[in-house]
């Protein structure tokens, strides 16, 4: 069993933990006992815009305790792939260091004010553009201080789904040790050919990456009229035992 292997655990006590379980006859959503020596970790990611309040910095000091990763969302790209900083976000890699928090350089396909389609299908479909925007991101990551990479790329063509993954796994080898996440919109199945969802092929993305985050969000926006929350506790949990599905069973 590969989940064996995975929690450097054993057939026989797994067998033993789940009496009545056939290990030929599993299927996707069952709930199996997994004896491990392996010590579950929680990690958290936090996302921030860089401002001018003179509070910003102190409302890190009081969240620092509750903070593993922190994106900062400062960063787009030309139609060349050229990775360029928006805000001055200096400070806020600076404290993220002295609090012990890892400062991830986000970047978007974001530009006058709405994520770009057509620039992120753009750049990924062209070979020397996504090299471009690799090498930039690299750079910048290393010049400035950070500790990796946020990825927040929406409303990818679905027709770029494979450069989507060929661009994850370049820039993850340009980084090296240093951290590469990705977000992704939630979805309840693979939908290969929808405009939202369908550049995102979970178990490839959780091959190539360090970290995903699945946005299991409210898809309303600040300012804008009442809608639908998605952050019920029966939502998540259905979405986090999909993602789970989608990514180890296919890996």
């Not at 409303?155 to 996440?181: H, S, V, W």
Request: hydrophobic fraction near 45%; glycine fraction near 8%.
């Amino acid at each position: 069993m590969a989940n064996a292997q995975q929690f450097s655990s054993d057939i026989s006590l797994i067998l033993k933990a789940n009496p009545g379980i056939n290990p030929n006859q599993l299927y996707i959503g069952q709930t199996i006992n997994i004896p491990s020596p392996i010590k579950l970790e929680m990690a958290t990611l936090g996302f921030i815009v860089p401002s001018s309040d003179a509070t910003l910095l102190s409302t890190l000091d009081a969240l620092s305790s509750q903070l593993t990763y922190l994106a900062v969302v400062a960063y787009s790209f030309t139609n060349e792939g050229f990775a360029y900083n928006e805000i001055e976000d200096s400070a806020i890699v600076t404290k993220c260091k002295q609090l012990k928090i890892t400062p991830l350089l986000m970047i978007r396909n974001y530009t006058k004010g709405n994520f770009s389609a057509d620039l992120a299908g753009g750049v990924l479909e062209n070979l020397i553009y996504r090299q471009n925007l690799v090498l930039s991101i690299v750079n910048l990551t290393t010049q400035r201080g950070f500790g990796g990479v946020s990825i927040d790329l929406e409303f990818i063509p679905p027709a770029r789904r494979n450069d989507f993954i060929l661009f994850l796994k370049e820039l993850k080898k340009g980084l090296g040790n240093l951290i590469l996440q990705v977000n992704v919109h939630a979805k309840a199945a693979d939908l290969p050919t929808n405009r939202i969802v369908g550049a995102y092929d979970y178990a490839a993305i959780g091959n190539a990456v360090d970290l995903m985050a699945v946005m299991t969000i409210d898809y309303g926006y600040p300012g804008g009229p009442p809608t639908r929350s998605h952050q019920s506790d029966g939502w998540n949990k259905l979405l986090s035992t999909l993602s789970l599905n989608f990514i180890l069973v296919n890996c």
